[in-house]
């Protein structure tokens, strides 16, 4: 297969990460992590957990990805609910889950950071989404897992501005860093504790990942091309999972995000 999209193929290959029985959660305004969470459990595990952000619940029956209604079914039809301090601290370090984040800045031990752009803190030059149980997780989790939508040096640095999420660093006692990190340009683990590269996504070069990397790459002797979405994963992904396109809007921005927020959200308030 030849026609599909970059998010599709990411939605892919965080799917293939995904182990049948594996407790998985989801963050906030994840559509793509969400859409590959339900491509693995119609494929090859359906036997997922999903831990959610949303109302702190723990659900057999996964949300659909949808924008207008998502709170619902976490909420109404969630297995258990439970404060969020008990979930970041105390329940999800003993069960391990295995979590996807998207980090604004990575450095090249995995160590990430989504609290603020800038020397100053109070006044930074960008702020960020925030923390919330990133430093929690990342201290004792070893299920770690990253992914990056726009593969740039603006997140790839030689230096964190601030660090919420603790990669493969010395003053680890628990846990791990980052096992795996999936961008739009290839696939990276962290063998090492340093960022590897393992594939390259079709159509993309070895000096174009260089040259939008902030330091200089680990390449594993056997670096493959990525391989390409079934036509099975596309079926699932564009008819049953995800037709409405929510997946895409984390890789987009300015006006065609906007167009493509009111055009969901259109959709779903009408049915």
Not at 149 to 158: M, Q
């Amino acid at each position: 297969m030849t026609d599909f999209t970059i998010d599709e193929l990411m939605v892919c290959c965080i799917a293939r990460q995904i182990k049948n029985g594996e407790i998985i959660v989801q963050g906030l305004a994840t559509p793509l992590v969400g859409a590959a969470f339900l491509l693995a459990r119609n494929t090859h595990a359906p036997d997922l957990y999903f831990a959610s952000a949303i109302g702190q619940g723990v659900c057999r029956e996964p949300a659909p990805l949808g924008l207008v209604h998502i709170e619902e079914l976490w909420l109404d039809r969630a297995l258990i609910n439970v404060g969020f301090v008990s979930v970041a601290a105390d329940i999800l370090p003993r069960l391990r889950p295995k979590e996807f984040f998207r980090p604004a800045q990575v450095d090249a031990n995995g160590n990430f950071n989504n609290l603020a752009i800038g020397s100053d803190y109070h006044h930074p030059r960008l702020r960020l989404p925030g923390s919330g149980g990133i430093p929690d997780v990342t201290v004792v989790n070893d299920q770690v897992y990253l992914y990056v939508t726009r593969h740039s040096r603006v997140t790839f640095v030689p230096q964190l501005d601030f660090r919420s999420g603790l990669g493969h660093a010395p003053e680890r006692n628990y846990g791990a860093g980052p096992r795996y990190l999936i961008t739009n340009l290839g696939q990276f683990d962290f063998l090492y504790g340093k960022m590897r590269l393992t594939s390259i996504h079709p159509g993309v070069t070895l000096d174009r990942i260089q040259s939008k990397t902030g330091f200089p790459l680990e390449i594993a002797p056997d670096v493959v091309e990525t391989p390409a979405p079934a036509a099975e994963e596309l079926e699932l992904i564009r008819n049953q999972i995800d037709p409405l396109g929510i997946r895409k809007l984390e890789l987009l921005s300015g006006a065609p995000r906007r167009e493509l927020l009111e055009r969901i959200i259109q959709i779903e308030t009408a049915e």
